[in-house]
């Protein structure tokens, strides 16, 4: 079985600061994972995705993550954050053992303070 | 580029009622998801067709039924609605080619009053 585990539900910085969010997965297979973006009552952006070629994976608006498979995490990172960061993030893993659906974590919520 | 098309936006509906979700995935793509994410939760997954028939089950209740039409738009059927099943629904479609990679629409947000 797949899944994804964010261990933080909320983060709060100071703008210009880096972010940093966690995320950690189990997968049997080789896994893609993605992370997605979610503005208050919008729907989901994707912002990046590991699909087994290079561990660093820019994304856009300025994010990254590195996929560590003797970690097995996929933490999102950002140098210097934005109000407009202001957002909740998840963590997704696709389920490579079936039918390639989602299967999110339970969100961080970014508080960026001025 | 065409992207994934949900119809309506936002649907108001009262208990007991019934609503009808419709997703239009991007041109040849043959798999749809549909999703549900209730108020701050992370979005659930409820049910997938591919070419035109049914490929994974989540929790999804007897409630609701959906199917794949032969020009591969999904419908979602809720029945006898319930203030639970108020919630933002997304649907996305992917396609054999690069299937790890599926693209959301913007969601139908259900309210149950």
């Known amino acids: 079985a797949q899944s994804v585990t964010q261990l933080d539900s909320h983060v709060s910085v100071s703008e210009g600061t880096p972010v940093l969010l966690r995320c950690n997965y189990s997968?049997?297979?080789?896994?893609?994972l993605f992370w997605y973006v979610q503005h208050p009552n919008k729907g989901l952006q994707l912002l990046l995705k590991?699909?087994?070629?290079?561990?660093l994976v820019k994304g856009i608006n300025g994010f990254e993550a590195e996929f560590k498979k003797s970690e097995t995490s996929f933490h999102l990172t950002k140098p210097s954050a934005h109000m407009s960061d202001a957002a909740e993030y998840f963590c997704?893993?696709?389920?490579?053992?079936?039918?390639?659906?989602?299967?999110f974590g339970t969100g961080t919520r970014l508080k960026v303070l001025a | 580029a065409a992207g994934v098309i949900q119809s309506p936006r936002h649907l108001i509906k009262e208990k007991r009622e019934t609503a009808t979700l419709k997703c239009y995935p991007i041109?040849?793509?043959?798999?749809v998801y549909w999703y549900q994410q209730g108020p701050g939760q992370d979005p659930q997954f409820l049910i997938s067709?591919?070419?035109?028939?049914?490929?994974d089950k989540g929790s999804i209740p007897d409630r609701f039924s959906a199917q794949q039409f032969s020009d591969y738009h999904s419908e979602l059927n809720m029945s006898s609605l319930e203030l639970g099943d108020s919630a933002l629904y997304f649907c996305?479609?992917?396609?054999?080619?690069?299937?790890?990679?599926?693209?959301f629409g913007q969601g139908t947000r259900l309210t149950v009053v």
């Open positions: 996305a479609s992917s396609s054999l080619i690069e299937r790890d990679e599926a693209f």
């Open positions: 997968s049997s297979y080789s896994p893609s």
């Open positions: 590991y699909t087994s070629a290079a561990t």
């Open positions: 997704v893993v696709s389920d490579r053992s079936g039918t390639y659906k989602y299967i």
């Open positions: 041109p040849r793509h043959d798999t």
């Open positions: 067709f591919y070419e035109k028939m049914q490929s």
